[in-house]
């Protein structure tokens, strides 16, 4: 059994676990991976403010991070709700990598860039990465590396599908750059695999960790879904504990959002093998308690991390920040994101590309940026995401510094939430320590319903029905 801290939390459990708060306020709400969520972006935000924030950015020269949307996948995991396209047909993706490479050249032609651009963050999502064959993705990174700098020191990972990869994948990808991966499990048990449409051996993923670390990546990742149908919280214990046995850096633990008029693949999930409400709270608490036994820190939202792990080392030192790709080390780099329906951060905008491939190939093909929609942020958005980022890492802002960083009465600019939050302080989310507004531990589980209360868009529109459940 892998104990990754000799003083092990044994109270988490009671401290970070209250199922009265949990019940109370599992509303709906967003994941604030951007302020504002993505269900703001609308379409009169085009190609032409891309292209304005792109040259803004260009001029302050710091490094960037980038994104790469590889959406191929063999086959269909029915709990799936990201953007995918299922084929075996691997012509498919030779082409994708040809406009990605266009889409890069677009980019920086953009920006006017005279040299590489230094690049300290890079991340592959999909979709399955490595559907890519190797000759796909050497040549998907040596593009990346004619138009990039990837500066010694930076996150570069991948997300790994562990039943379709061999050690021969690991060693390339290890020689390309990559020094993290992320591997999806979900469940280990068979009846639940077979129920989504995605059955994994304990087997294959081990051998995944194993050469990761024979190849010299410095953190693995797993991934975890509870809520998934046929999932008990005894058999869900049994996935937790072989995956401890693997020792992984980091682990996620998602809430299964079951949204079957949203996202189609659901509709093959049958609603009566769904774990009801009383065991998804069991398998939470069980899983956190497991956690803390063996002394994995909680993050925020989902994440739990070694106490030695860059994540949890940055949340200590207050230098931990929340991108897209979830929590981050490195700091709130601008980012630029390739491939359909990805989206990039670039200066004070937020720009997703269309959503179908021959949509961004017709883009391409005319000479024009793939843009679909976006979101141009105003001062008060600026404002309200730095405080919800604050909350969603740090768990706590000193209101003082904010409001005089920001030239703002902090009572008077947020006199719409003051009712709000008093009546989260009651309910223990929330606590004062002078001027700063702190989510204690029993509230941090729900971080994300306290800072939804500092969300004006959501606030004004009150169309909270397209959300996961805060758990
Ligand atoms: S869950 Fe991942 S591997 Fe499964 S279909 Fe969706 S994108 Fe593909």
Redesign the pocket.
Known sequence: MSSVASASTPTEKEVLFHPELLQKFDINGPRYTSYPSADRFHNEFCEADYLSALKRVAKVNEPLSLYFHLPF?PN??YY?G?N?IITKDHGRSAKYIKYLAKEMAMVCTAMGAQKKIPVTQLHWG???PTFLSHEEMTELMHHTREHFDLLPGGEYSIEI?PRRVTEADIALLAELGFNRISL?VQDFNLEVQQAVH?VQTIEETQAVMDWSRKYGFKSRSVDLIYGLPKQTPETFKETVDAVLKMNPDRLSVYNYAHLPHIFKPQRRIAEADLPGAADKLDILSNTIARLGEVGYVFIGMDHFAKPDDELAIAQKEGKLHRNFQGYSTQAECDLLAFGISSIGKVDDSYSQNVRTLDEYYAAIDDGHLPTLRGLQLDKDDLLRRELIGELMCQFALDTELFAKSHQIEFPSYFNTEIEELKRLEEAGLLEWQGAKMVVPIKGRLLARRVAMTFDRHLRESQAKGTYSKVL
């Open positions: 996948c269909i995991c799936c990201c995918k999909g979709g399955t599908d999806g995605r």
